[in-house]
């Protein structure tokens, strides 16, 4: 079973408290356009991100608002910003980088909150039990064309509300020239941990 792939460019998820910091008291988010996880959505809010070495303005806000913030980029962008995040789980930002974010109404420097987001699968159980992949954390994946390969160790999340769909950062996308018609297939369990 062929699988749709989502790149996701370079991002934040924010705090009703640091959306506040950043927008303006009581700001709600813009809704821009629906991304293909039910609820989740691109704003037109953007925000710079900044460090010591550099920054990178117009950073996409993801919405709806969390309840911790953090700031998703690829390793190229982390070479331009003088940073070494680790590869996390959404949600897992203990250690990870410092950054500050910047918006119209104010700045939040963040002690911890940047990564460079693991490679992972968005599945139903149903989608799971399909795939033959009940049990199973980690998996290799296809991906076809002149420039594919396999990518090891990427995770599986499974939520009733997901829709199945691997995302990639920008840098695993142009790696292997990903286009919208391109198909992930899983090859098997990974060994890696």
Do not use: W
Not at 38 to 44: D, K, N, P
Not at 92 to 121: D, F, M, Q, W
Not at 161 to 181: F, M, V
């Amino acid at each position: 079973m062929g699988i749709n792939i989502g790149i996701s460019n370079r991002h934040v998820h924010l705090t009703k408290e640091h959306l506040d910091i950043l927008f303006g008291e009581n700001y709600e988010l813009t809704k821009r356009n629906d991304l293909s996880q039910l609820g989740q959505f691109a704003c037109e809010e953007v925000v710079t991100i900044k460090t010591a070495k550099n920054e990178i303005k117009k950073v996409r806000i993801l919405g709806p608002v969390r309840n911790y913030t953090q700031v998703e980029i690829s390793k190229t962008d982390a070479f331009t910003l003088g940073l070494n995040p680790p590869v996390r789980e959404s949600g897992n930002v203990k250690n990870s980088e410092a950054i500050t974010l910047i918006g119209p109404k104010g700045e939040v420097t963040l002690k911890e909150g940047c990564i460079i987001a693991t490679r992972h699968i968005h599945a139903n159980p149903d989608d799971v039990k399909e795939l033959n992949l009940e049990g199973v954390n980690y998996v290799d994946v296809k991906i076809p064309g002149l420039k594919g390969g396999i990518l090891h160790h990427v995770s599986i999340k499974v939520d009733p509300s997901y829709t199945l769909e691997l995302h990639l950062d920008t840098d695993d996308g142009n790696a292997h020239l990903i286009t919208k018609d391109t198909k992930a297939i899983i090859v098997g369990e990974s060994n890696e941990e």
